[in-house]
């Protein structure tokens, strides 16, 4: 990749200068005129070495050996470094993208080493809605690109079958007369069980004691109510992967919360625990009884309800949060147990995927994790930072070192779409949150049914709608920065131009029309001939924003940020568009070569389409 030959240049030109530790950046200006990289690193020199930036910046550029693929570096006020890529090596590099492929923009960076990410984990009592959606997508792009980046990634759905929503609709199903519906899903089903059932509950306290009853008895995992609750959460889960299938989300593992406590896993830990002096029994005050883990090392306390975290209740049930900490001693191998598990059957997943259960056979195949990445929402900030610092306490530095949460954004709904769903606006609020115990929300399943029905309104020629529907819906939830919220409407999920999946796959569609009607003037590679052409304006801007493909996916990995790929993705198809309408790709009063380079970019074009898209979770489509 270009921008590490220049950014490993320049660290050794700062090494033979004796200088240490500054944090500069190589980034692709906004503007091509000044430049394909340009850096500010005598910029953040100025203040240490009191000198002027552009003073700096001259003696690092002059310093600096030569490079085979940069044309010219030039100094930019108030201090930047100007990089510009040579044509003759952006247009080699056209060849490069054919030849590799589908390979192409993949790096080793990974090695090999092991990620555990863990995304999606609806509460097995109700449908994807699109809060679920959006960490279903985001968690799925990121496994894809980090595979790409050579990263042994496992992608894990944990299924928290032992909590109070599980309790409630399973208290529903059993104990009210609920009927489901003709032709309706199960999860859906499952849905209007619990909010009908949270109401009954506010008038029965026959129907609240009953519901601790099976609390306590999913915490004991005894009783006889667990073997016809088990068969409710297996079919709701089934339902909830039909959902993600259609959206090719894929899973590798399922980790039941109940098979945590029958294999020991929570005793193992809980006894780890007990050993930490930041973990005690409490003797007085509001938590008393309960088994807390006190004020944390470097935790940043948001109020004083948290200077200590609850972990065992006093009537002895163990909180999500301390079933938490022991699924990530699982996860980074630090209880020695190892699950059971058995082959999980579904119609829609397309990779083998395993189950944990007490039927199957022990295995060591899963867990091991060099690093942690779990797709949460921001809301679970608190909890998620208290398995951190509990690994941190317990003494595994590394592993808390290792362990991310990506706290991705709240999905609310625009005034609009929550007056849609019966949601009183009259407050004039900007955005309204979703409800489970409400049953206000918008249902993957739904979302993707509308989206599908308007666009063959719309477009009733229109092939495989259903792939277009999914494609902007999961463009939808993927363009955002994952840490921004996002307000959701009808109106932007349908709008299927501009930036979105839509018009990345109409431009990849494009493309491939463009090389079927090439025909016969088959493409002949890289030739001489086309460094000496005079390119326009539309081909060097393609020919440059191409070049930038295989760095933007590794840092979108890094970053765990698949809106980066989305954003060079967009650009990536603008510009092709722009060349398209401009400059007619199967003739040129140039001659043959033009031809020739055109129909290489045009390919090289498409291939970075496909591989973007592909890494998206998005499905190409040869013809829209």
Known sequence: MFKELVKAQLENVLTDLDIQHVNFTVEQPADEKFGDYATNVAMALAR??????????????????????????????????????????????????????????????????????????????????????????????????????????????????????????????????????????????????????????????????????????????????????????????????????????????????????????????????????????????????????????????????????????????????????????????????????????????????YSTSQKGKTSDRFGHADFVINFIDTRQAFPQDIVKRSLETLGYKKEANNFKHVAYGIVSLSPKTAKELGVGTEDGKSRYAMSGRAGIAVLADDLLATVKKKLKQRHPDAPRPEKIAAAAIKYLMLAYNAYSDIVFSYDKALDFYGNSGPYLEYAYARCRSVLRKAGRQKIKGYSEEFNSLELSKEELSLLKWIAHFAETVSESGEQYAPNLLCNFLFELASRFNTFYNKRPILRSKKGPASIQFRLLLTAATAQVLENGLKLLGIERLEKM
């Open 48 to 353: 240490e070495l009191r000198r002027s930036p552009m003073e700096i910046a001259k003696e690092i550029a002059g310093k600096l050996p030569g490079f085979d693929f940069i044309d010219r570096i030039e100094i930019e006020q108030p201090g930047f470094i100007n990089f510009y890529l040579k044509k003759e090596n952006l247009i080699r590099n056209l060849d490069e993208i054919t030849k590799l492929a589908e390979n192409y923009g993949s790096s080793d960076i990974g090695h090999q080493k092991k990620i555990v990410l863990e995304h999606t984990a609806v509460n097995p009592n109700k449908a994807l809605h699109i809060g679920h959606l959006r960490s279903a997508c985001l968690g799925s792009a990121c496994a894809k690109i980090l595979r790409f980046l050579n990263y042994n990634v496992e992608e894990e759905y944990y299924v928290d079958d032992t909590g109070v929503q599980v309790a409630v609709s399973a208290l529903g199903a059993a104990e009210l007369d609920i009927k489901r519906k003709p032709e309706e899903k199960f999860d859906h089903y499952a849905g209007r069980v619990y909010v009908e059932t949270i109401k009954r509950m506010e008038k029965s306290k026959r129907l609240e004691k009953k519901k601790d009853e099976i609390i306590d008895n999913l915490d004991k995992q005894e009783g006889k109510s667990l073997v016809s609750l088990k068969e409710f959460v297996d079919n709701v889960i089934e339902a909830n992967l039909e959902t993600a299938g259609v959206f090719g989300i894929d899973y590798d593992v399922l980790i039941w919360e109940s098979d945590l406590i029958l294999g020991k896993f929570w005793e193992k830990a809980f006894e780890t625990l007990k050993s930490n002096p930041n973990f005690c029994l409490a003797k007085s005050g509001k938590n008393k009884g309960c088994w807390v883990i006190k004020s944390l090392p470097n935790h940043q306390l948001k109020s004083e309800e948290n200077k200590e975290k609850v972990i065992v209740k006093s009537n002895g049930v163990v909180t999500y949060t301390g079933k938490d900490i022991a699924y990530h001693l699982w996860k980074f191998n630090l209880l020695g147990n190892n699950f059971k598990y058995k082959k999980f059957v579904t119609k829609t997943q397309r990779k083998p995927l």
